[in-house]
């Protein structure tokens, strides 16, 4: 098989893209062009929806584009949910328990570095979150050296931790939310479940459904991405049956969601500037976030999953080796008789 066809060669050129786009937003954010920049990324474009507003390139990419990305990880996810890896409770409740430890510990460690200090303790959600796009794109950079099963376990881990931190900034962050547009969110998820209940296996209803659930939640004032997750759970996935609903719809996006979406988001969304140089880097917020994110993000979740196992809460997932689940097998092989 040749490299061009090769997926994981295909993979690893989707993270190394995504990895281009990013350095070429912070050289262009702390740039002579940033003005330029930024005024490009947020130019109205003509287009105003209810609620939201006139559109602009970065809104299209971060609350539009992105609900596609998410869309594709939720159908990931839904087929490993009910076919693959994910298929018992015992393997869901891995990447759940892990999840909620990456997003403890890492809002703990921002809280202790500002001191429990308002306003900054408000910010306690930013290291809370994983960035889902970044995180499979450097797991892009792996190709086939990383087991699939490492990789479904953090891409699960990486959608329950978004949708925790959605669910953070609906009850937490955010002061308007419009009860009419969720209901509508809500009746459209119920339409479309009965689709599939009711055996339509044609995908433009679905894709329909899909558009209008994200101006209903868009509206409503809550991330829009989180509809991209939910359209997923709605698309029948056809087990049985000779072609499945929801395969070919992940087959369709994945290359422009992987070559196109990913860095495009990467572009108008790693553009971190530094206006105030190594003060701003050393300021409380910015090491709490560091912090949070580098080592409570870590410790959270591998201590979880350690746990988890340990205790027999969980079950390691085939193909993954580690000292801790070693010592366990050890363990169990020398008290049995």
């Not at 609900?67 to 890896?85: D, N």
């Not at 009419?180 to 339409?191: F, S, W």
Request: hydrophobic share 60%.
């Amino acid at each position: 098989m040749s490299a061009a066809h090769d997926p994981s060669a295909e993979e690893r050129n989707a993270g190394l893209l995504l990895i281009a786009a990013s350095a070429i937003a912070l050289v262009l954010a702390n740039s002579p062009l940033a003005d330029a920049w930024h005024h490009l990324l947020e130019a109205p474009l003509g287009i105003e929806l209810p609620r939201i507003g006139l559109l602009t390139p970065h809104l299209v990419v971060a609350d539009g584009l992105m609900a596609i990305f998410f869309l594709l990880v939720g159908l990931e996810v839904k087929r490993e949910w009910l076919e693959g890896r994910l298929s018992t409770p015992a393997q869901r409740r891995l990447p759940i328990l892990a999840a909620a430890g990456g997003m403890a510990l890492p809002a703990l460690v921002y809280l202790i570095a500002v001191d429990f200090d308002f306003p900054a303790a408000r910010g306690w959600a930013i290291p809370a979150a994983t960035d889902i796009a970044f995180a499979i794109g450097v797991l892009a950079l792996l190709g086939n050296r990383a087991p699939p099963a490492i990789k479904l376990l953090l891409v699960t881990i990486a959608i329950a931790d978004d949708v925790g931190a959605v669910a953070i900034i609906a009850l937490a962050y955010t002061n308007d939310l419009n009860v009419l547009a969720l209901a509508v969110a809500a009746g459209l998820t119920v339409a479309m479940m009965a689709m599939s209940r009711a055996g339509v296996r044609s995908l433009a209803p679905y894709l329909v459904g899909f558009g209008l659930l994200w101006l209903a939640v868009m509206a409503s004032g809550i991330h829009a991405t989180i509809a991209g997750v939910v359209a997923a759970i709605t698309v029948p996935i056809g087990t049985g049956e000779q072609r499945s609903p929801l395969k070919h719809l992940e087959h369709a996006i994945h290359p422009w969601v992987m070559f196109g979406i990913v860095p495009l988001f990467g572009l108008v969304s790693a553009g971190v500037t530094f206006p105030h140089g190594a003060a701003a880097l050393l300021s409380p917020i910015t090491l709490g976030v560091a912090a949070g994110l580098f080592l409570g993000k870590q410790v959270g979740v591998f201590g979880a999953l350690w746990l988890a196992v340990r205790a027999g809460f969980a079950v390691k997932p085939e193909g993954l080796a580690g000292p801790s689940f070693t010592a366990r097998r050890s363990c169990a092989a020398s008290a049995s008789p």
